[in-house]
């Protein structure tokens, strides 16, 4: 069964601080693996996007990773601000169809 | 700038009212989506649109939602009688179907809540 699987499912952590968000997903055959911020009130937005060659991905602060081979991903967010307090969602698409499995998300609060 | 519209941002009714929410996607975009979100539940896919025609809509209630298109410019979602277990976020996204890692790119969502 497609599965994606989100740790931890909250973190606080005061600002100017890094954490690291993780990914672990079942989906076959893979496609492609995106991450996106969703603001409270909001619709995500995307960061990142990886396909299977991809092992990292840069946008500004934030930095993913993928292992295709142990079907993990990482989201390092670094020198944190208070915008950054958001839930962060792993999304893999299987490369059959258009499918998108969503995980439940990291909600992260960054304290001042 | 270039973004889904979604109307109306907040909707309170009773139940067994009709309820239909509209999507403007992104202009030159193929694919649109319907997601519901629950804080139980997470994001749901409900409907699948590309070029205008359904490819999926088996994560909809068939008895009481439709989705539809009547032009490239909008979609509908339409929950017809509404019930309290209805309420969620509704979001819509467009994205480019055939372009590399083809993107979802999120509205703002409809708040629905049935009363």
């Known amino acids: 069964k497609n599965q994606v699987e989100q740790s931890p499912q909250s973190l606080i952590i005061l600002e100017g601080k890094n954490c690291t968000l993780q990914?672990?997903?079942?989906?076959?055959?893979?496609?492609?693996l995106r991450w996106y911020k969703q603001d409270t009130g909001r619709g995500p937005v995307s960061l990142t996007i990886?396909?299977?060659s991809e092992n990292t991905k840069s946008n500004g602060r934030y930095t993913a990773t993928l292992d295709a081979d142990t079907k993990q991903s990482s989201l390092h967010i670094t020198a944190s601000q208070l915008s950054d307090s958001a839930s962060y969602i792993c999304v893999v698409s299987a490369q059959s169809n258009y499918q998108l499995i969503w995980g439940a998300g990291t909600k992260l609060i960054i304290k001042p | 700038d270039a973004r889904v519209t979604q109307t109306p941002r907040h909707k309170v009714t009773e139940m067994g009212q009709e309820v239909t929410m509209r999507c403007q996607p992104i202009?030159?975009?193929?694919?649109v989506f319907w997601y519901r979100q629950t804080m139980m539940q997470g994001l749901e896919l409900l409907a699948y649109f590309r070029n205008r025609a359904p490819l999926d809509d088996s994560g909809m209630p068939k008895d009481r939602f439709s989705a539809e298109m009547p032009d490239a410019t909008l979609a509908t979602l339409k929950i017809q009688p509404s019930e309290p277990r209805d309420s969620a976020v509704y979001f819509c996204?467009?994205?480019?179907?055939?372009?590399?890692?083809?993107?979802?790119?999120f509205g703002q969502g409809t708040r629905l809540t049935v009363v």
């Open positions: 990886m396909t299977f």
């Open positions: 202009l030159g975009h193929n694919t």
């Open positions: 996204a467009s994205g480019l179907r055939g372009a590399k890692n083809t993107e979802a790119f």
């Open positions: 990914c672990n997903y079942t989906v076959s055959p893979f496609s492609n």
